[in-house]
């Protein structure tokens, strides 16, 4: 063999192992999006009971306007959030918060407690906030991966020439992380 018959499958080698990089990181941008994704299908499932929630509440809570338009701003902040996930995610924090007013609400009003049709969005919204948990840890694992990709050698050299950039986490706010690490109190 003669030298420019090395040299050419050096690079051809090179050139595949390029390829094979670009390929995987394309995947992973792909697989964040898909992700990302998900998490919204379960953001509009719970943007299209957050109204017939407030109407239930609205019936027994005539007084209590101020928490419905809280959480109908909420909502309409959230559902026009375009930013990045993380902006996203403080708009969905926010709404996670006056939702919990909704349903502390409900402990002044026994009559709208027992209200099956409120029992029903309630446990319909608890579904999907489970849901939207599950989504966000699975889009930041996800992330996390895409994310090593775009910073481990020899990959991001890879990324940094094909402009991939890192992503952001789907986080939750100061006040839910701590909320989150506190224990639960039991009285009986």
Not at 83 to 94: F, L, P, S, V, W
Not at 144 to 168: E, H
Not at 180 to 187: A, D, L, N, R
Request: hydrophobic share 45%.
């Amino acid at each position: 063999m003669n030298a420019l018959t090395i040299i050419l499958i050096i690079l051809a080698a090179l050139a595949l192992y390029v390829v094979m990089i670009y390929n995987r990181l394309v995947v992973g941008r792909n697989r964040t999006k898909e992700a990302y994704s998900d998490i919204e299908t379960h953001l509009k499932r719970r943007y299209d009971l957050i109204p017939n929630l407030v109407e239930t509440v609205k019936g027994y809570a005539k007084h209590e306007r101020e928490t419905l338009e809280k959480v109908v701003a909420a909502r309409s902040a959230a559902m026009s959030q375009q930013g990045d996930a993380a902006q996203h995610a403080d708009a969905e924090n926010m709404l996670s918060k006056t939702l919990k007013s909704i349903f502390a609400l409900s402990e002044s009003y026994p009559d709208l407690k027992a209200n099956e049709n409120f029992r029903e969005l309630q446990r319909e919204l608890a579904d999907t906030e489970d849901k939207i948990q599950a989504s966000r840890r699975f889009y930041n694992s996800v992330v996390l991966a895409f994310n090593n990709k775009t910073q481990m050698f020899p990959s991001s050299i890879i990324a940094g020439m094909f402009r991939f950039t890192k992503v952001a986490y789907f986080e939750l706010d100061e006040a839910e992380k701590a909320a989150v690490q506190k224990p639960v109190k039991v009285q009986f």
